[in-house]
C-alpha cells in the first residue's frame, strides 16, 4: 500500500509542472495533520517545494534560470478560483497596471467577497481585503483597474496627461461593461470615463 507522501507525489506529479496545490487537495489521502506532516517530509527532501504557506508545487525549470518560482499574480490568480471569489486590484497595484506609476509595489492588495487574509510569498505580501458588494460588481477588466487607479490617484492629483492614458485603455473596454462600470464609480471619475463614451460614440 502506499505511503500518505507517495500519493502526494504521484498526484503532483501527474500536473504541469508549475501547477500550485495545497493541503486541502490531498485530504482523500489522509487527515489534515497526517497530509501536512507528509507534506513537510517532501519539502524536507525537495521533492516538492513550498511556494507559500499551505501552497505546494513542483516548480518549473528553465535551461538557464534552473527553477522558476511562480509569480505572486499566478498565485493570486489560483487561490481566487479555489474560493470561487471576486477579486480587484488597489492601490498602487492598480497605477502601475495603467502605466500611471512605475513603482512596483512590495505588496498586492486586492478586495475580494472571500476571505480577508495575507499570503506571504517570499519578500511579498498578496493582501485580500473584504469588500462591500458594490466595490466588486464591476464587469470590465479595463474599467474596474481605471476606477481603482483615479480611486488612488485622487481627484486633485490625476493630471491630463494621466487622463488621456485613462482614456486610451478604456478604447479597449467592451461597450456594454464600461457603460455598466461607470455607474459604479464616484461622479468625478464618471466624468472622465464618460469621456471614452462619447469618443466611442463618435466612432
Keep these: 500500500m502506499k505511503s500518505i507522501d507517495n500519493k502526494i ?33 517532501l519539502v524536507n527532501e525537495k521533492k516538492v517545494c513550498r511556494v507559500a504557506r499551505g501552497i505546494f508545487s513542483i516548480l518549473e525549470q528553465d535551461p538557464h534560470l534552473g527553477e522558476i518560482m511562480p509569480t505572486a ?49 517570499g519578500n511579498r505580501n498578496i493582501v485580500f481585503k473584504k469588500a462591500s458588494p458594490k466595490n466588486l460588481a464591476v464587469i470590465g477588466n479595463i474599467s474596474g483597474i481605471v476606477i481603482q487607479a483615479l480611486r488612488e490617484r485622487g481627484k486633485d492629483n490625476v493630471t491630463d496627461d494621466e487622463i488621456q492614458t485613462v482614456l486610451n485603455h478604456l ?17 468625478w471619475i464618471r466624468v472622465i470615463m464618460r469621456k471614452a463614451l462619447t469618443n466611442s460614440n463618435e466612432k
Design 73 to 121: 499574480e499566478k498565485i493570486t490568480e489560483s487561490i481566487r478560483k479555489r474560493d470561487k471569489a471576486r477579486i480587484i486590484l488597489i492601490g498602487v497595484l492598480s497605477l502601475n497596471k495603467l502605466g500611471l506609476s512605475s513603482q512596483v509595489p512590495m505588496n498586492l492588495v486586492y478586495h475580494t467577497d472571500g476571505s480577508a487574509r495575507t499570503v506571504k510569498v
Design 9 to 41: 507525489l504521484d498526484k503532483i506529479k501527474k500536473a504541469k509542472r508549475g501547477s500550485l496545490f495545497y493541503t486541502e487537495d490531498f485530504l482523500s489521502f489522509g487527515n489534515y495533520k497526517a497530509v501536512s506532516k507528509a507534506l513537510e517530509r
Design 171 to 187: 478604447k479597449n473596454e467592451e461597450l456594454y461593461r464600461l457603460e455598466h462600470d461607470i455607474k459604479l464609480a464616484p461622479e
